[in-house]
């Protein structure tokens, strides 16, 4: 490395950086990659107390829209979807199911990242209509080939998980879920064996 601090890289500019640079940063990714679903869950915690005028808050939302999923025996990717879908609402205000989208999107088939990216819009089909806008804007979607996955997840899981009586698991119980789905990604932009 090009500095006498052995725990840094010693560039200051892309440009001059080195093998040798490159592979300690690798080196030190490995760890903190590896603790991404530990931020994950921690972040999801945020959701917590998080009403925003619903009947549960937007944790409870979460948790119950997983728990829809595994009691009706859906895949575990499926389940850790479902439980994250809404993980985008506290810095994605306008545009939840992107900031979701993107978190998720290494470790999601592609049909499972486009109910994801687009859940908004369809679950905007039992709503949408009592905010003066159209109830039918996921009708732009049809004729994709994850038109029916999306529409499924919005109306068995996501519209129905605002029950305050429902027997929603806890987060500890997803947390395993969640730990194997973030171990490894099925698509990275760099990834180290």
Not at 25 to 30: A, G, W
Not at 93 to 100: E, F, G, L, M, Q
Not at 126 to 132: A, N, S
Not at 136 to 142: F, G, P, T, V
Request: proline content about 5%.
């Amino acid at each position: 490395m090009n500095n006498m601090d052995k725990t840094k890289a010693g560039f200051k500019e892309l440009a001059d950086s080195t093998a040798e640079d490159w592979q300690h940063i690798m080196h030190c990714m490995q760890p903190f990659a590896g603790n991404l679903s530990g931020r994950v869950l921690a972040h999801l915690q945020l959701l917590s107390g998080d009403y925003g005028g619903f009947p549960i808050d937007r944790l409870q939302h979460c948790l119950q829209t997983a728990t829809l999923a595994y009691r009706d025996r859906r895949d575990e990717e499926y389940v850790v979807m479902s439980l994250l879908h809404d993980i985008g609402d506290t810095l994605g205000t306008y545009n939840h199911p992107d900031v979701a989208a993107a978190i998720l999107q290494p470790f999601l088939s592609e049909e499972n990242h486009w109910v994801v990216q687009h859940h908004g819009i369809f679950q905007g089909y039992y709503y949408f209509h009592y905010l003066g806008l159209d109830r039918d804007m996921r009708e732009q979607y049809r004729g994709d080939p994850h038109f029916a996955a999306t529409a499924d997840f919005a109306e068995r899981y996501d519209q129905r998980a605002f029950d305050p009586d429902y027997d929603t698991a806890p987060l500890d119980f997803f947390a395993p879920m969640v730990q194997r789905l973030f171990a490894s990604p099925k698509y990275a932009l760099i990834t180290r064996p």
